[in-house]
T-cell receptor, first 113, second 116 residues
Framework: GENVEQHPSTLSVQEGDSAVIKCTYSDSASNYFPWYKQELGKRPQLIIDIRSNVGEKKDQRIAVTLNKTAKHFSLHITETQPEDSAVYFCAASSGEGSYIPTFGRGTSLIVHP | SAVISQKPSRDICQRGTSLTIQCQVDSQVTMMFWYRQQPGQSLTLIATANQGSEATYESGFVIDKFPISRPNLTFSTLTVSNMSPEDSSIYLC?????????????FGPGTRLLVL
């Protein structure tokens, strides 16, 4: 089955800096890669996703890049703000039949004011 | 996106007892999923619940311990049976929301369970 590795496990940045979280996956059939943000005590919420026919996708201060050949994808957050502090999960899915993602272990992002 | 609610939001239970968690969605969905998230950990899929069929359990999870019901397209329950302190966790239901060619998973608010 799919295996998703996520790094780093903890990331500490100063407000205004950029943050990058990286994930690798093992199943070359995976074609859908969502990112979830989970604030303390809250549910995971989808913040951005990318499909394998696209190399990059941006939404305001967040962007995701995908390298299918190398089987890795990354989340980029620019101009970080304290409210970006949360745990971020990457996931990968083949999307065949039904979408059941395999999640990474999560990255705890801390943005210091 | 689908609006998902769960009950109870949290509970403290004694070992050996059972707790049933309810998940309600505001629209009809084919697939519903139950996850466990232990403190500081990632999301682990327990089982997939389709309406009208037996739930499909992931490796390490069995029906006797985590029986699931899916009586209709908007509701599901997960029971945590014969609980032990190791079952202390957050239990989340999620649904697959298909919008055109896009499949996205949305999560309920979770049920925080503490077993003493």
């Amino acid at each position: 089955g799919e295996n998703v590795e996520q790094h780093p496990s903890t990331l500490s940045v100063q407000e205004g800096d950029s943050a990058v979280i990286k994930c690798t996956y093992s199943d070359s059939a995976s074609n859908y890669f969502p990112w979830y943000k989970q604030e303390l005590g809250k549910r995971p919420q989808l913040i951005i996703d990318i499909r394998s026919n696209v190399g990059e996708k941006k939404d305001q201060r967040i962007a995701v890049t995908l390298n299918k050949t190398a089987k890795h994808f990354s989340l980029h957050i620019t101009e970080t703000q304290p409210e970006d502090s949360a745990v971020y999960f990457c996931a990968a899915s083949s999307g065949e039949g039904s979408y059941i993602p395999t999640f990474g272990r999560g990255t705890s992002l801390i943005v210091h004011p | 996106s689908a609006v998902i609610s769960q009950k109870p939001s949290r509970d403290i239970c004694q070992r050996g007892t059972s707790l049933t968690i309810q998940c309600q969605v505001d629209s009809q969905v084919t697939m519903m999923f139950w996850y466990r998230q232990q403190p500081g950990q990632s999301l682990t899929l327990i089982a997939t619940a389709n309406q009208g069929s037996e739930a499909t359990y992931e490796s390490g999870f069995v029906i006797d311990k985590f029986p699931i019901s899916r009586p209709n397209l908007t509701f599901s329950t997960l029971t945590v049976s014969n609980m032990s302190p190791e079952d202390s966790s957050i239990y989340l239901c999620s649904v697959e929301d298909r919008q055109g060619a896009r499949e996205t998973q949305y999560f309920g608010p979770g049920t925080r369970l503490l077993v003493l």
